[in-house]
């Protein structure tokens, strides 16, 4: 079945050391985010792209960045994390953009605990 | 401009009564409101969606209404059951970025 994979599903880690959380893609979507998950907060955007050579910020960036390494693969890393970055990230992409149908299709969630 | 409130957070209902959750926006660019359903330890789906040309769109026992004048779009939930029970996101989506409400739990009680 075409989808979206998280890779890893759950990783602790402590404050300050480098984390990347990889996403691949399988829908041949053009249109890749990243979300954080956390209690009564919701979901909230970190960084988009609609291609290869394309990235934006989103609602929270600071203390993240990407690669679209390719039209199938987004990584988010944290370049030193710390303890507030604690959440369940979210890979999610979007259809053709000339389709403009906006639905997003979620990967199953990267669980991230830093100490 | 970005955020979307959602209310309200928690909401408990009797099975087979409604549900109603409400959402406000305040931006002009947003074109698309879509709804997703979280269960407990899965990930986010889609269950319904209306886009700013149209007033009201039925699935079933889901309906959704958009106020684009007031900017604001509910979600109706009729004759609830229990596995109606999950966190309910709204969102908006202007230029292909989509921005998420805090969520409502439902607790759909047999």
């Known amino acids: 079945d075409a989808d979206v994979t998280q890779t890893p599903r759950n990783r602790i880690t402590k404050t300050g050391k480098r984390i990347m959380l990889e996403c691949s893609q399988t829908k041949g979507h053009d249109r890749m985010y990243w979300y954080r998950q956390d209690p009564g907060l919701g979901l909230r955007l970190i960084y988009y792209s609609f291609d290869v050579k394309d990235i934006n910020k989103g609602e929270i960036s600071d203390g993240y960045s990407v690669s679209r390494q390719a039209q199938a693969k987004f990584s988010l890393s944290l370049e030193s994390a710390i303890p507030n970055q604690t959440a369940l990230y979210f890979c999610?992409?979007?259809?053709?953009?000339?389709?403009?149908?906006?639905?997003?299709?979620f990967g199953e969630g990267s669980r991230l605990t830093v100490l | 401009g970005e955020n979307v409130e959602q209310h309200p957070s928690t909401l408990s209902v009797q099975e087979g009564d409604s549900a109603v959750i409400k959402c406000t926006y305040s931006d002009s660019a947003s074109n698309y409101f879509p709804w997703y359903k979280q269960e407990l330890g899965k990930r986010p789906q889609l269950i319904i969606d209306i886009r700013s040309n149209v007033g009201e769109k039925k699935d079933q026992r889901i309906a959704v209404t958009l106020n684009k004048t007031a900017k604001h779009f509910s979600l109706h939930i009729t004759e609830t059951q229990p596995e109606d029970s999950a966190v309910y996101f709204c969102a908006k989506t202007g230029g292909f970025k989509t921005i998420f409400g805090a969520g409502t739990r439902l607790f759909v009680k047999a």
């Open positions: 999610a992409t979007g259809t053709d953009r000339s389709l403009n149908t906006g639905e997003l299709f």
